[in-house]
């Protein structure tokens, strides 16, 4: 078997002001795999994101992408890591901090030490994976929610991530949007994490799921297997929009 | 014009606005003479009139002493129309106005002919600290994300029949900036998060260095050269 893209080992962590969010995480996401990090608010779906590429440092368990060690002590190894996990966080005007577009794609190769017409063609090639290509040159604040979200995936997918992580990639996106990113993301031939509350944007894009409630994975397995079971989904306060059925 | 290179723009207007302050404001001809030559370019630049003066009233409060002076002072008294000014006072506040007015239009010019952006870059390549020009280059970026988030609490605030009209509501106004500051300052921490997910260590991208031909440089030049050549006139002038 391969090295899976993302290894997660009794991972725990708490607080500085003590609040305990994770007990013991174990999760293991193969290469090409694309899972949905499904939970209700407060679960630690955040907290966990954080530390698959070292924001937070790892106190408890382990976590290895690629098979290499996420150490935040070691800043060799964390630049390394932070080019192979690839965050899409959920506000893209947080994501989107440099004067335009195309500075903002080239911001995460640029520091991996690409220059020049290397990192140009980077850019061109991130950009057109989003069908965001003829914005290039345009502020940030001139496009429209759904651009912006699509551009924030283009900065992550520039650097060449092992994994692509998105937090909330559905939420506020009117439902054209919300279907064209279905589109790019289903294209990607990448590993993908999704954390997400949309449970139908789960079934459509994610072949598997996994549940965290109260900082512990309470189930793993096929989506339509999990979506299908009521009880599971009532016991972790997720719920199917009305009207929707999966047969 | 719009598209000599920022920096250079910069120096240019830079060094224009220290000829125009350096020339005694008793040799007035000068004036003139700078005030025509400003004008000659507004139009090469194809600016529009209007929007040259509708800009520059962002100098009034500031030429608003200026304007008091020649009344409050001491010493030689003159008489212009129905008033009677000081006439220390007189010289001195014309000075300030003349120069204002003339300092005030050339930023005009540079920002109408110059994006933000640009200007930042001119920046950078001036050797203005990193630290400086990235703190400006965010708040450019941000400015109207902040402003949307006001512009949001205002509305909401006013859905439910909030209406600011006196000093009794400065106290929910002063709420409201507090909320906005605690908003932009986490904002702050996530774009920090974001730019270190993806490997930010405390540089950002910058432009290659690139080279510019001496015809670049006379053409940005010539603009403060003019000006140089109308102070020394000046200067001639006084001696004789």
Not at chain 1, 114 to 140: H, Y
Not at chain 2, 168 to 191: D, M, P, Q
Not at chain 2, 207 to 233: C, D, R
Request: glycine share 8%; proline share 5%.
């Amino acid at each position: 078997m391969n090295t899976p893209s993302l290894e997660i080992k009794e991972l725990a962590f708490a607080y500085p002001d003590g609040n305990q969010a994770l007990y013991g995480v174990n999760l293991s996401v193969q290469q090409g795999e694309r899972v949905a990090l499904l939970g209700p608010n407060g679960a630690g779906k955040t907290t966990l994101v954080m530390h698959m590429n070292g924001i937070h440092p790892t106190s408890h368990g382990s976590i290895h992408v690629a098979g290499q060690l996420v150490d935040s002590k070691n800043k060799e190894s964390i630049k390394e890591i932070r080019a192979k996990v690839g965050i899409v966080f959920q506000d893209p005007d947080d994501q989107l901090f440099m004067p335009t577009v195309g500075e903002d794609v080239a911001f995460g190769p640029y520091n991996m030490g690409k220059r020049g017409a290397d990192l140009d063609s980077i850019v061109d090639d991130a950009l057109n994976l989003v069908g965001m290509l003829e914005f290039k040159d345009r502020p940030p604040h001139h496009l429209s929610f759904g651009q912006r979200r699509r551009v924030a995936v283009a900065t992550v997918l520039a650097m060449k991530p092992e994994i692509l992580v998105l937090d909330e990639p559905s939420s506020n996106l009117d439902p054209a949007s919300r279907r064209e990113l279905a589109d790019i993301l289903r294209s990607l031939d990448i590993t993908m994490v999704m954390v997400t509350h949309d449970l139908p944007y789960a079934y459509e894009l994610c072949a598997r799921s996994v549940i965290l409630k109260g900082g512990v994975i309470v189930a793993d397995g096929s989506t339509h297997e999990i979506l299908t079971n009521s009880a599971l989904l009532a016991a972790n306060r997720l719920e199917l929009p009305v009207g929707f059925s999966i047969k | 014009m719009h598209s000599l290179p920022s920096h250079l723009k910069i120096i240019a207007a830079l060094a224009f606005i220290l000829i125009v302050v350096s020339t005694p404001v008793t040799q007035w001809p000068a004036f003139i003479a700078y005030f025509i030559w400003l004008l000659t370019v507004v139009l090469i630049a194809k600016i529009p009139v209007s929007l040259l003066l509708k800009r520059s009233l962002i100098e009034i409060p500031f030429v608003f002493f200026a304007i008091l002076m020649p009344f409050f002072g001491s010493g030689e008294k003159v008489q212009v129309g129905p008033f009677d000014l000081y006439r220390e006072g007189l010289i001195a506040g014309s000075g300030i106005v003349v120069k204002g007015t003339l300092g005030v239009m050339t930023a005009i010019i540079l920002s109408t002919s110059t994006t933000a952006r640009e200007i930042l870059r001119g920046l950078e390549r001036l050797k203005l600290p990193m630290l400086m020009v990235q703190i400006a280059s965010f708040m450019l970026r941000y400015v109207n994300v902040v402003n949307d988030e006001m512009e949001r609490m205002k509305v909401a605030r006013e859905s439910r029949g909030f209406e600011a009209t006196g000093i009794k509501h400065w106290k929910v106004l002063a709420t409201a900036a507090g909320a906005l500051f605690i908003r932009s300052y986490e904002r702050g921490e996530r774009v920090h998060l974001s730019m270190l997910s993806r490997g930010y260590e405390g540089v950002l991208p910058q432009e290659h260095q690139y080279k510019i031909n001496g015809s670049t440089w006379l053409a940005a030049m010539v603009y403060p050269l003019v000006a140089a050549l109308i102070f020394v006139a000046q200067l001639l002038i006084g001696k004789m």
